[in-house]
């Protein structure tokens, strides 16, 4: 059973737009999450995260929100710009694990 | 420097061999991991190990044996490989607790034919 679920499976964004990714989790004890960037024979590149006693955090273009009410959280991305074409996985984690829970991720295309 | 190196990168091999996947990081991190991306991209662990000890095993099949000689080494050997196995290979490692991000190789494709 998949825990972290990223619905759309690609997104295409002009340059310059915001891109707004997904990311919706089952598992009510998750209490950190973070987005991942991979680019192709790469491997996942860790890009931002947050805490469950936070709603939103931000590092420079990228801003993650969670609602835990609702077990979402999105990855904003503003200005997209077309280095940021890769795939975005979310992920997961519980207090005390070993392990992080992937979602299956989001190929972003930014068209210049 | 790279921080965490898997090899080989590709791999191609007939049903039925043994073949092995190495993994190294130079981070200090006390934790590794292995990842496996199906068909479907989905990313799903397999195994966890912290200071060489097995602490997570998800369900793989036997034929999967990881093997951590020291603690920023973790080595993935299979046995009798099927066409199933066909996949991405990702090696990662991480200081625990998890509240900070985990470090991947860049993938090793594992081809069965």
């Known amino acids: 059973d998949q825990q972290v679920k990223q619905n759309s499976p690609s997104l295409s964004v002009q340059e310059g737009r915001i891109s707004i990714l997904n990311c919706d989790y089952t598992n009510s004890m998750f209490d950190y999450f973070l987005w991942y960037k991979k680019y192709p024979a790469e491997g996942p590149t860790f890009l931002i995260s947050i805490s469950s006693i936070k709603d939103k955090n931000e590092d420079g273009r990228f801003t993650v929100f969670l609602n835990k009410s609702a077990k979402h959280l999105s990855l904003h991305i503003v200005p997209s710009q077309p280095g940021d074409s890769a795939v975005y996985f979310c992920a997961a984690s519980v207090p005390g694990a070993n392990n992080l829970f992937f979602g299956t991720g989001t190929r972003l295309t930014v068209i210049p | 420097d790279t921080a965490v190196s898997q090899t080989p990168k590709y791999l191609v091999t007939q049903m039925g061999n043994d073949k092995s996947i190495k993994c190294e990081q130079n981070l200090g991190h006390d934790t590794m991991y292995w990842y496996k991306q199906d068909s479907k991209k989905f990313l799903k662990i397999m195994f966890s190990?912290?200071?060489?000890?097995?602490?997570i095993n998800e369900t793989v099949p036997n034929r999967f044996s990881p093997k951590s000689p020291d603690k920023a080494h973790l080595n993935l050997h299979i046995n009798s490989l099927e066409l199933g196995d066909s996949a991405v290979y990702f090696c990662?490692?991480?200081?625990?607790?998890?509240?900070?991000?985990?470090?991947f190789g860049q993938g090793t494709r594992l081809t069965v034919v």
């Open positions: 990662a490692s991480s200081q625990l607790p998890l509240n900070t991000e985990a470090f």
């Open positions: 190990y912290n200071n060489k000890e097995l602490i």
